[in-house]
């Protein structure tokens, strides 16, 4: 009648929704439990069976639930075949197929039917389930989606009808039992009703009659799986005790790695968002400090340290002269690699695998699959799937990752044969450049996938590295990092680390951190090929530079001026030609006195001596600016800051006079891009370009802020959205904001956070309060400032929450917390910009942001150029058209005098 059961199994599907068809979704059944009751609550039969693994494993995970080792299953288990067999005769007896959640099990079985190619009974047989919205109501848990109640779990159930608590075994056939007393016990309480137990009237009525009392259990004793489990492991861990290194072996080892150099590759920074307080400068001295030729960057899902990384690390080199001391920079990225980074119709996160660049252009392939990421496949995270990969595989070094790597996952969560075949398809896709990641951090589940990892490695001939996942500095900073993340999801430090609900993220142990080489190697004593390897991947890598020089878009100008020698030595001679013509042409609009001046003489070099004093000073200022800007490379900026600012004044979109030191140039009065003449008022070209100090001129625009948004499309539609950007902000954790956030997370109350932030000093850091001796306080703080840093000195000094407070927030702040998107900046390419730097998207930006932030998108060698939309631009224009409206009087603001009596006088009284 009534067919109760569960199964345990090697793990959960990827997709719930997928048929029983797709057998790679549905994980094996490795335990499955029933128990036939008939239709009044009574026993008929009770069944228990271990499956023997065919051809996979129960992974580590799976078993750390519920008990069952791969051995313990080969040990006691019997053939699917035969579990199959004796299930489809239970089934042939049964009305109903009963369960908690019993639809999971139900595929399960069924993906088990399919397998073996038998006729799947299971769809043709009516269910009943305890886990649904009728016991959610009966329970009445909080929790659940659309401020609904929770369903309940098996426990939560059994705690509500019985008030007595049962303790998920994840054994089967104590969860058959538990689920078997609950279903009754909801018959005997009319919460099943008889329309749902296909029931005639009077049944429900009967079954309490034949159960007055309570159900209880029958009585079944249930193996202890884990128990069974650990003898097995312990035989099994004595045999391989005698295989060990013996002493002397290790002492061989000590000596072999005597001199042998190592390196951390995986390290992530304060720009792997809220999940490491690594600043990159703490991470090169770090390196410096232990003696190690190389240290690698490798932050999650993104890029933004790589150029300040590579260039803190060449700036340490250039005061080296020792070349055998100097440090290399190993750039790369923790890429998130799903299955299909386009299909957004189910979260994916994929797996976290490790790939570094061995030179410049493995790091525009990590640029290129980081900006992919981003634009196509962000989906919570920003992702990519092995089609990209191979696209941009050359000059790449792969690691297989820690723990959410593909293969050490698929060891913890899938099957080692799963594991395996992903092993061989990075083997088959990167040769040689591939590398087995061994961590150790002193955790079980690491333990148990070292072991297959290096079988991996001897089986298939796939060198291995020693790695130390760093994602704090010191190991006294692990609480810090802890706090950080915490802060990142929005919990408190005193909830559990675990999964699941009532839980929270966090690092199993305090072992993150940067380790020197002397514990990396006592660590990998057993395997010194470990850390002997992590030579061969430092000696692929070649040093580079990412700083060049700007690289302005190509600008098209008429076919009259184009010079054929500039395409043979990228000569600008045509862009200079046209510059002079353009700057000559706008000259005659500027000075009235030089209109009637021949265009040769003017376009000429020579200063004929009939030339009034007046003009030739005008020709002499344009022609050394204009020698200049040849000089220094820079024509076609100027040409397309005209073209911006031209097309602007042809939309309609009020343009500011100029401001900064673009004033000084008369060139760029000429132009139209400022308003103001240089000559009139004797201002310095040179405070804007000087040939002696050669730097990218800067021309900040202002428009009108309801203009700018036509200037942009335009800037898109001339050069195309690929290449234009805006440029990407960093959110930083400040010293009060740091204080706060560790507050909460400690729980300090809201009142004594705000206290301890207010002895702050405005725009204060810790980093300054902290590390400053007592003697140098008196000059660096105000008098008024003085008294509050020294009380949140010594309260930081006590034992107090308060005082672990502020040394905790000491160490996350300046923490990236979040990104944002320039206010005015907009970046714009030669080609596709992925060519030059790594992109990101941002919520409330439909271009690309670069990954790279506004201190350092020049240097990159990008053209940065300041849109600035101003509202005081928008009342002038607004102004100006109320005034034709009232009054037809036709005003121009480039116009107004600046020496007006009326207007000052207005201000005198203002």
């Not at 059944?29 to 069944?47: F, K, T």
């Not at 884990?226 to 002493?247: G, H, M, N, V, Y």
């Not at 956070?753 to 300054?768: E, V």
């Not at 930081?796 to 944002?820: C, D």
Request: hydrophobic share 35%.
């Amino acid at each position: 009648m009534y067919l109760i059961f569960d199964t345990e199994t090697t793990g959960l599907p990827k997709n719930f929704n997928a048929p029983v068809s797709d057998t790679d979704n549905w994980t094996r059944c490795v335990q499955i439990a029933w128990q036939l009751h008939d239709e009044y609550g009574r026993l008929m039969e009770a069944e228990n069976h271990l499956v023997r693994p065919d051809g996979f494993n129960i992974p580590f995970e799976a078993e750390s639930i519920h008990g069952i080792s791969t051995e313990l299953a080969e040990e006691q288990g019997i053939p699917i075949r035969e579990v199959i067999q004796k299930f489809q005769d239970v089934l042939r007896q049964a009305k109903f197929i009963v369960g908690h959640n019993v639809n999971f099990d139900i595929n399960i079985m069924g993906a088990e039917f399919y397998r073996l190619g038998i006729e799947n009974p299971l769809s043709e047989i009516s269910v009943l389930d305890t886990c649904t919205e009728t016991t959610a109501q009966l329970c009445k848990i909080p929790g659940g989606r659309g401020g609904r109640f929770k369903l309940p779990t098996l426990t939560e159930l059994h705690e509500h009808l019985f008030q007595e608590p049962f303790v998920e075994a994840h054994n089967a056939s104590a969860d058959v039992e538990a689920t078997t007393r609950c279903f009754l016990e909801l018959i005997r309480r009319n919460v099943f009703e008889e329309y749902e137990l296909k029931a005639e009237s009077g049944y429900v009525a009967k079954f309490i009659q034949e159960n007055p009392e309570e159900i209880q259990f029958i009585g079944l004793k249930h193996l202890n799986l884990k128990a069974e489990s650990d003898k097995i492991r312990k035989r099994l861990e004595d045999l391989k005790r005698k295989e060990k290194p013996t002493q002397v072996e290790i002492q061989e080892n000590v000596e072999t790695l005597e001199g042998v150099p190592f390196a951390h590759l995986h390290n992530h920074s304060q720009y792997s968002v809220l999940q490491a307080t690594s600043d990159i400068t703490q991470l090169v001295k770090a390196a410096v400090s232990f003696g190690m030729p190389a240290v690698a960057l490798t932050d999650i899902g993104n890029m933004m340290g790589a150029f300040r990384f590579v260039k803190t690390v060449n700036d340490y080199n250039k005061k080296i002269e020792d070349e055998a001391k100097k440090l290399k920079a190993i750039v790369g990225c923790e890429f998130y690699v799903c299955q299909n980074h386009l299909n957004k119709t189910r979260k994916d996160n994929g797996y976290q695998i490790v790939m570094l660049a061995k030179n410049k252009r493995g790091y525009h392939n990590l640029a290129k699959m980081s900006s992919i990421a981003y634009t196509k496949g962000f989906y919570y995270v920003p992702r990519i799937d092995r089609e990209i990969i191979a696209q941009y595989k050359e000059d790449i070094i792969v690691l297989t990752g820690g723990m959410q790597g593909e293969v050490p996952n698929k060891i913890l969560n899938v099957g080692e044969k799963q594991a395996e075949e992903a092993l061989l398809w990075w083997k088959e896709t990167f040769g040689d450049d591939l590398y087995i990641e061994i961590q150790r951090h002193n955790q079980e589940d690491e333990n148990r996938v070292n072991e297959v990892l290096i079988d991996f490695s001897k089986r298939h001939q796939i060198k291995m590295v020693a790695c130390n996942n760093t994602f704090y500095i010191n190991k006294e900073d692990a609480n810090a990092h802890d706090i950080l993340l915490c802060v990142k999801d929005g919990e408190k430090q005193s909830t559990p680390i675990g999964r699941g609900r009532g839980y929270r993220f966090g690092l199993q142990n305090e072992e993150y951190y940067f380790k020197s080489q002397e514990e990396m190697k006592e660590l990998f004593l057993d395997i010194p090929e470990a850390i002997i390897n992590i030579e061969e991947v430092i000696s692929k890598i070649e040093p580079y530079t990412l700083e060049r020089n700007v690289l302005l878009p190509k600008f098209d100008i008429p076919e009259d001026f184009i010079n054929p020698e500039d395409e043979t030595d990228g000569g600008k001679r045509g862009e200079n030609a046209y510059l002079r013509y353009l700057t000559y042409k706008g000259a005659k609009q500027r000075y009235p006195e030089i209109r009637e001046i021949n265009d040769e003489i003017l376009l000429g070099t020579e200063l004929p001596d009939s030339l009034p004093e007046e003009i030739k000073k005008i020709k002499e200022r344009l022609d050394f600016e204009l020698d200049i800007v040849a000089r220094t490379g820079y024509p076609g900026y100027f040409l397309i800051v005209q073209d911006l600012i031209a097309e602007a004044r042809k939309m309609g979109v009020s343009v500011g006079p100029g401001r900064g030191s673009a004033a000084g140039s008369a060139v760029a009065y000429c132009l139209g891009i400022t308003n103001i003449c240089p000559i009139k008022y004797d201002l310095l070209f040179e405070r804007f370009l000087n040939p002696d100090r050669v730097s990218m001129p800067d021309i900040d625009i202002d428009f009108d802020d309801e203009g700018r948004s036509l200037v942009m499309d335009y800037v898109i539609n001339k050069y195309g959205s690929n290449q234009v950007a805006q440029i990407i902000t960093y959110g930083t954790m400040a010293a009060k904001s740091s204080i706060r956030d560790t507050a909460r997370v400690l729980d300090l109350p809201l009142m004594d956070a705000d206290r301890i932030s207010k002895l702050i000093p405005t725009m204060g850091k810790l980093k300054k309060i902290f590390d400053l001796p007592d003697s140098e306080l008196h000059s660096k703080f105000r008098s008024d400032e003085l008294p509050n840093v020294l009380a949140l000195r010594n309260l930081a000094a006590t034992n107090s929450l308060e005082g672990q407070t502020i040394s905790q927030a000491r160490v996350i702040e300046g923490s990236v917390r979040n990104t944002g998107v320039h206010a005015c900046g907009v970046i714009i390419t030669p080609s596709d910009i992925t060519d030059f730097v790594p992109v990101a998207t941002a919520k409330d930006s439909d271009l690309y942001l670069t990954q790279f932030d506004n201190a350092v998108v020049e240097s990159a060698g990008l053209l940065k150029m300041d849109f600035l939309g101003l509202k005081t631009l928008t009342h002038i224009k607004d102004a100006v058209a109320l005034i034709k409206e009232r009054h037809n009087i036709e005003l121009n603001p480039d116009e107004f005098p600046l020496d007006d009596a009326l207007t000052y006088e207005l201000f005198q009284r203002g």
